[in-house]
């Protein structure tokens, strides 16, 4: 939750802190790898500063055993990750998987306001 807390700051000494944390974690806990709430987290912090390693990450998450939130949080942020990169039509594509999972959640509605405001930008 930290590092999920600092990435969500504007400050990128902050930011670097996230990293730091991420990194220092693995290294010390390899095992927090195959820990789903943390990975998410780290995949939340890549995605935010635009690092590619969330992409990588995020596709291999899928694959795992998680809940329903970490599963709508971790689809959440593949469509930033491909809003970030420019990619429109591959983040519908995206959030379609994420309004199937739970078409009423907090990241299905945010998700649809990202993607509206990134057509609007693209319209403008």
């Known amino acids: 939750m930290r590092i999920r807390r600092l990435a ?3 400050s990128p000494s ?3 802190h996230a990293l730091e944390l991420i990194d220092t974690s693995l290294a010390t806990y390899p095992m927090l ?3 789903p709430e943390f990975m ?3 995949i939340a912090v890549y995605a935010s500063m635009g690092d590619p390693r969330a ?4 596709e291999q998450m899928l694959e795992a055993e998680m809940n329903g939130g970490q599963r709508r949080l971790l689809i959440m942020t593949q469509v ?3 809003l970030n990169a420019g990619d429109l039509p591959g983040a519908g594509k995206v959030y379609q998987k ?3 999972l739970a078409p009423q959640s907090e990241e299905t ?3 649809r306001e990202l993607i509206k405001a990134a057509v609007i930008k693209k319209q403008d």
Request: net charge positive; aromatic share 0%.
């Open 55 to 58: 992409a990588i990450l995020a």
């Open 98 to 100: 994420l309004k199937k």
């Open 14 to 16: 902050d930011h670097g």
């Open 80 to 82: 930033k990750i491909k």
């Open 40 to 42: 998410v987290s780290a």
């Open 8 to 10: 969500g700051t504007e």
């Open 33 to 35: 790898r195959l820990d």
């Open 109 to 111: 509605i945010a998700a």
